[in-house]
């Protein structure tokens, strides 16, 4: 009878323990990990880093969802969801069409409306431009949960940018858009400035619309006309992340490519017409043949764009040498475990020689997910929020 009590004790204090260690390491692993540029001014950005308490106070921590423990599960509960309305991302967007000067067209969509930017009251008020990555769009649940805070916690003008055919945008070019032309988003930039030019503008971009900022700040550094900017998620070293999309595995194979190309060939059939009188003739059915999004960027961005094949592209396309040059408060939000643009590529060194970057690191976020809580909240939203709020003060 003893003994028995004795051998349940034991288990129950080997289970304690190990319950103890699991959830002590699940706390530790949680911390945020901080890369700042070192000072050489008060116009640094570690002054505005202290009105971010979501990444330095003595709390700041990402916990993830328990049953979203690892970046694969965060990045595929990111994509489910990219349709979902809830009270964080129920918004009704005012779509304006922009016509770009080959022709082709940007969608503009306003949250609010762009009715209240003539108001008294909301003249000069700051707007906070959206680039969504690759395929993205202002329909994804996190651009919309992100605007909407945005919007209503900060009391400014939203404005997402949907790129060429995405979002339900016509394609009326044949030409596309990539990783590395700023283009599209500099005349955004002029557009906005020429139109609300009391209006401070601040940006935030996610993945491939991430990488586009950064290149943008970078290369035209004091002349860049934003006022500060966030990335999320960004590869920064685009071969690195072409490497790790194109890998053979159960995500890539069934999960993450499959819903990219179901994306890409959904673009290429509503605009077909459009795409064949494109002078590079693209082999229409091969596109329609692929499977991983090498073989449409073999097929149809590198041609369009000059490039020997896919992965001269890729090396084309980092924007991790453009974070030098980079003259703006400046965020980046990355994961240790994002399974689409993996931290190799990440340019940490980079960053801590910059004093006007900083580049905040999670051990668990996965591609765009940072999903925090019982019932999954995006953990980003915060830090973005405050960050934007510190750079207006």
Same mark, same amino acid.
């Given at each position: ?7 349940r004790?034991? !288990?129950?204090?080997?289970?304690g323990?190990?319950?103890?260690y699991?959830?002590?390491? !699940?706390?530790?692993? +949680? ?5 700042v ?8 950005i570690?002054?505005? %880093?202290?009105?971010?308490p979501?990444?330095?106070?003595n709390e700041?921590? #990402? #916990?993830?969802?328990? &049953? ?8 595929i !509960?990111c ?10 991302s129920?918004?009704?967007y005012? @779509?304006? +069409?922009?016509t770009?000067?080959?022709e082709?067209?940007?969608s ?10 003539e ?5 000069g008020?700051?707007?906070?431009l959206v ?6 769009s202002?329909?994804? &649940? =996190?651009v ?10 900060l009391?400014v ?10 979002? @339900?945008?016509?394609l *009326? +070019?044949?030409? #596309? !858009?990539?990783a &590395?032309? *700023? ?7 002029k557009?906005?400035?020429?139109k609300y030019?009391?209006?401070? %503008?601040?940006?935030v971009?996610?993945s491939?619309?991430a990488?586009?900022? *950064? /290149?943008?700040?970078g290369?035209?550094g004091?002349?860049?006309?934003l006022h500060?900017?966030?990335a999320?998620s ?8 072409g490497?790790?999309?194109n890998a053979r595995g159960?995500?890539n194979?069934?999960?993450f ?6 994306t890409?060939? @959904?673009?290429?059939? /509503?605009n #077909?017409q459009?795409?064949?009188? +494109? ?9 329609m ?10 097929l149809?961005t590198? @041609?369009a ?8 592209y890729?090396?084309?396309a ?7 040059g980079i ?7 990355n994961?240790?475990?994002?399974p689409?643009t993996?931290?190799d590529?990440v ?8 004093p ?10 996965? =591609?765009?997910?940072f ?9 980003y ?10 750079? %207006?003060?």
């Open positions: 009878m003893i003994s028995d009590y004795k051998k004790l034991s !288990y129950l204090v080997v289970a323990a190990a319950a103890y699991g959830a002590s390491k !699940y706390i530790q692993d +949680s911390k945020i990990q901080l890369v540029g070192q000072e050489d001014s008060e116009e640094g570690e002054k505005l %880093l202290e009105q971010c979501s990444l330095t106070s700041a921590k #990402l #916990l993830p969802t328990p &049953y979203l423990c690892n970046g694969i599960l965060q990045t !509960y994509t489910k969801i990219a349709l979902t309305t809830d009270k964080q129920d918004i009704t005012d @779509r304006e +069409s922009m770009m000067s080959d082709g067209t940007v503009l969509d306003w949250y609010p409306e762009r009715t209240y930017m108001k008294a009251e909301r003249k008020k700051p707007i906070v680039v969504p990555g690759l395929g993205g202002a329909y994804e &649940y =996190h919309r949960c992100t605007v909407k805070q945005l919007a209503d916690n009391n003008q939203t404005v997402v940018c949907n790129h060429r055919g995405s979002g @339900r945008t016509p *009326t +070019s044949p030409r #596309l !858009y990539n &590395y032309d *700023t283009s599209d988003l500099q005349a955004i930039i557009y906005m400035g020429s030019p009391e209006s401070r %503008l601040l940006c971009g996610y491939m619309g990488n586009l900022i *950064t /290149r943008y700040l290369e035209f004091d002349e860049a006309k500060g900017a966030v999320i960004c590869p920064f070293d685009t071969f690195v992340a490497k790790a999309m159960y995500f194979d069934w999960l490519q499959p819903n990219l190309m179901a890409i060939k @959904r673009v290429i059939r /509503r #077909l459009v795409v064949q009188t +494109s002078p590079l003739n693209y082999d229409i059915d091969a596109i043949k692929a499977k991983r999004m090498m073989e449409v960027d073999n149809v590198a @041609r764009y000059g490039h020997q094949d896919c992965w001269d890729y090396k084309a980092s924007s991790a040498e453009f974070v030098d003259k703006r408060p400046f965020l980046a939000i994961a240790e475990d994002d689409v993996p931290v590529g340019p940490q060194g980079r960053f801590a020689k910059n006007m970057t900083a580049l905040a690191l999670v051990k668990h976020g996965g =591609h765009i997910g999903f925090t809580g019982v019932t999954p909240r995006i953990w939203i915060d830090p973005v929020v405050e960050f934007f709020q510190a750079v %207006l003060q």
